[in-house]
């Protein structure tokens, strides 16, 4: 009874001058903050993971810089003073290259043998092929994508609050072993990733369940940013990941994310609950608040999976443009995840700890750009200025067009260090608007299933993320990643983000659809025996 009391008292003083909604709108931040901690490290830790053979690189393939090239900007420096930045910048990346050639050179001889024995902080490289780090990349989504189905349906059976709970507890502790069973076999490594995969599948089915469950219309956009917690999360985790890696050793970007997430697990245990109704802690007033803003949207029980329409939902024109667009916006952001530190680093020259930093700034604009462009689709749809199917084809303009030419633009400035990263951070800034196209499109369709809507969604959009690195490897990797491959590499990914948000302008749809509402379960006994003798042909077809 006094533990009670004590909770009673704890939430008592959360609630005083914030409310419970806003608490739950941090702890689905951080929930996405920390699964992006894990989806990211195998991605970054790669670099350090595996000693990369020397590759005899082609005239013109990554960025050599010589004494001619410096005499040509000597010449024109005086009248363009941005040359000076480039040219401070280009000496830095020289002398990155040549340090880190000379350590390669020197530690060469340190790779780890393959039968050596297992221990801690040993740190040495493994001699893997350019096909195993495209394997281990890719593994993340290989569990993933079965893992986002698995989501929706955690979340629509059990709720959100204990969905991401024990999967994250599964996913920390497996991170946090890492180590060693990399050292046993790279094998074990890729199937502990795919585990992982599965869990971080979970994540977002379970937070947008939340997000119906506990915005007022109104809020709905604001409620998704917090979504951006992985974007966040994405901009923390490189340089730091990258840090740790760079001056301790790579086996300490596996423990400490791993323990850190750990002890989020407690707060969220601790805070999150499914939907107002269920908190202890919130008030009165702001329950009453929430439920009748919801009035005749989101019903406040948990759908069983008879009651879920699968067949309407997979036959949904809408659903299905829905899903193309979302596959377009995943291909990039992944393309991002699991290549743009290779690029930056192999490609451009970059240092582990320097790339990690170019590599989260990008996020950082996706992460500002989001947060304008949900406060403008919440204020669009309050004033009711143009309708809500209207807004999301608008808003795929910024979340998928503009991605896709500044991604072109990037693989024709060569090694034009600055004006690379300009385009880089336009091309997943302007991404931000995806926050008020395919991020809330599931919960204008169908409220009462958004979160396994977005299962499904992701489901078929996480696949990209199993294609994209072999075939980086396939087009770039193996011959050493010259920038003139990768320009190959940058025109698919806006071939595919343009193309999707096309079919969506097409089919897509802001209208809540007939079978968000929830079929009956138990229905009065005469009208049961009624409809067993004579079914009417319009029950027929409510009954499908």
């Keep these: 009874m006094n533990l009670k009391n004590y909770h009673q008292r704890f939430y008592q003083f959360l609630s005083r001058w914030i409310p419970m909604r806003i608490w739950i709108c941090v702890m689905m931040f951080t929930c996405c903050w920390t699964s992006y901690a894990c989806r990211l490290q195998m991605p970054i830790l790669v670099v350090p993971m595996i000693e990369e053979p020397p590759i005899n690189h082609t005239i013109g393939g990554v960025c050599v810089f010589d004494e001619s090239a410096r005499r040509r900007r000597d010449v024109v420096s005086f009248l363009d003073p941005g040359s000076y930045v480039e040219e401070y910048i280009l000496d830095r990346v020289q002398e990155e290259r040549d340090q880190r050639l000379h350590r390669r050179q020197a530690t060469r001889s340190m790779i780890r043998p393959p039968d050596a024995p297992i221990e801690f902080f040993s740190g040495l490289p493994f001699d893997w092929s350019p096909t195993v780090r495209g394997q281990l990349l890719a593994s993340y989504s290989y569990g993933n994508v079965p893992g986002n189905f698995i989501g929706g349906w955690l979340s629509l059976r059990y709720g959100p609050r204990r969905a991401v709970l024990w999967t ?32 971080g599948g979970v994540t977002f089915p379970a937070c947008h369940t939340m997000v119906a469950k506990w915005a007022p219309p109104h809020e709905r956009a604001r409620f998704i940013w917090s979504l951006l917690g992985g974007t966040f999360g994405t901009i923390l985790t490189y340089p730091m990941i990258a840090g740790i890696a760079e001056n301790i050793n790579w086996e300490c970007g596996w423990y400490i994310p791993s323990l850190l997430m750990l002890a989020w697990i407690f707060v969220w245990a601790l805070l999150a609950y499914d939907s107002p109704v269920e908190h202890p802690g919130i008030t009165a007033e702001e329950k009453d608040y929430i439920l009748t803003a919801q009035a005749g949207i989101v019903r406040t029980e948990k759908p069983t999976w008879k009651q879920t329409p699968l067949r309407q939902m997979l036959t949904s024109v809408p659903f299905i443009s829905l899903i193309i667009c979302h596959f377009g916006n995943l291909f990039l952001l992944f393309f991002y995840q699991n290549s743009l530190m290779l690029y930056l680093t192999k490609a451009l020259g970059f240092q582990l700890t320097k790339g990690g930093a170019a590599a989260g700034a990008p996020w950082g604009a996706r992460m500002l750009f989001g947060f304008f462009f949900s406060w403008a689709g919440d204020t669009i749809k309050r004033r009711q200025f143009i309708s809500v199917t209207l807004l999301r084809k608008l808003a795929t303009i910024f979340s998928h067009l503009l991605p896709g030419v500044f991604l072109v633009l990037v693989g024709y400035v060569g090694c034009d260090f600055v004006l690379a990263n300009v385009f880089l951070f336009f091309a997943l800034g302007f991404n931000g608007a995806a926050l008020i196209s395919n991020l809330s499109n599931n919960q204008d369709l169908a409220p009462n299933f958004a979160g396994f809507l977005y299962g499904i969604m992701n489901t078929i959009g996480s696949s990209s993320g199993m294609i994209i690195p072999p075939i980086v490897e396939e087009i770039a990797g193996k011959y050493g990643n010259p920038i003139d491959r990768w320009q190959i590499l940058f025109w698919i990914g806006a071939a595919v983000c343009i193309g999707s948000m096309i079919v969506f302008l097409f089919g897509g749809s802001g209208n809540i659809q007939s079978w968000n509402e929830l079929r009956p379960i138990n229905r009065p006994k005469d009208d049961v025996e009624a409809r067993q003798t004579n079914l009417e042909p319009s029950d027929n077809i409510a009954q499908t």
Excluded at 169 to 191: D, E, K, N, R, T
């Design 168 to 199: 994250s507890i599964l996913a920390a502790l497996i991170s946090l072993v890492s180590p060693f069973l990399a050292q046993y076999h790279w094998g074990l490594l890729l199937s502990s990733r795919i585990i992982i995969g599965i869990t």
